[in-house]
């Protein structure tokens, strides 16, 4: 049976992060084989990259930063999602090749040729089946990063500290995408509670996971308590 290859997308501070961690929990408590993976980093090279590429401190051209990611995604393709594919898992990856489009093509101002270009060469075609996209508004998405930067734990990097006009194109292409596909991208409202969000996940993801035989489970529906323990 071939696998299922899912993508998480959105802005930053649009939770996606957290819901994918949830959904993993759910998932493998059901019996679901999921690999849980994430770009950049997904490989011990993608670490290395990311941690170049998302360093706050760091001068990065443009253009470097569209090819050093999309050296990571071809180093995620080929060592990581296809393998685990071909085998017949469940993989979902933090974002992806649409980050490209909205980040480097939007968020940057490539040219969508050539962000076309690079990300058929980097994936080698290979496309998500299924992707969810969190939106959150910028404010809020401001709001959230703020909130996090106050912890002594997490480093706002590169991507974090851009100005509201960059987020706000990145947001507008990632709907733009969601618009032009809207068989393969299923937009989430991330207004409300943690919970409340990963109640809309599973609301989309397991249906779709049953229909390809991926997972049975009669009723994903539980109470909002036990998603706060997981």
Do not use: W
């Amino acid at each position: 049976m071939p696998g299922t290859f899912i993508t998480f997308e959105g802005i930053d501070g649009s939770g996606k992060s957290t819901q994918l961690r949830l959904l993993g929990n759910f998932l493998r408590a059901h019996g679901c084989d999921a690999l849980l993976t994430r770009e950049p980093g997904g490989t011990t090279l993608g670490l290395r990259l990311r941690e170049a590429l998302l360093d706050a401190m760091e001068e990065v051209d443009p253009l470097t930063e569209l090819l050093v990611f999309a050296a990571d995604r071809a180093q995620h393709v080929r060592r990581m999602l296809r393998p685990a594919l071909e085998a017949g898992r469940v993989v979902i990856s933090d974002r992806y090749a649409d980050a490209t489009v909205a980040y480097q093509g939007a968020g940057r101002g490539f040219s969508p040729e050539l962000i076309s270009q690079i990300v058929q060469l980097a994936t080698e075609g290979l496309k998500p089946d299924l992707t969810l996209l969190f939106d959150v508004s910028i404010e809020e998405s401001t709001n959230r990063t703020t909130r996090r930067s106050n912890n002594k734990t997490f480093t706002r990097d590169r991507l974090d500290i851009e100005h509201a006009d960059f987020h706000t194109r990145v947001r507008d292409a990632y709907l733009q995408i969601a618009l032009a596909e809207p068989e393969r991208v299923k937009i989430i409202d991330t207004s409300g509670p943690v919970e409340r969000t990963q109640e809309r996940v599973r609301a989309v993801i397991v249906p779709y996971l049953q229909s390809r035989g991926q997972l049975e489970i009669a009723d994903f529906r539980l109470p909002i308590a036990n998603l706060k323990q997981q």
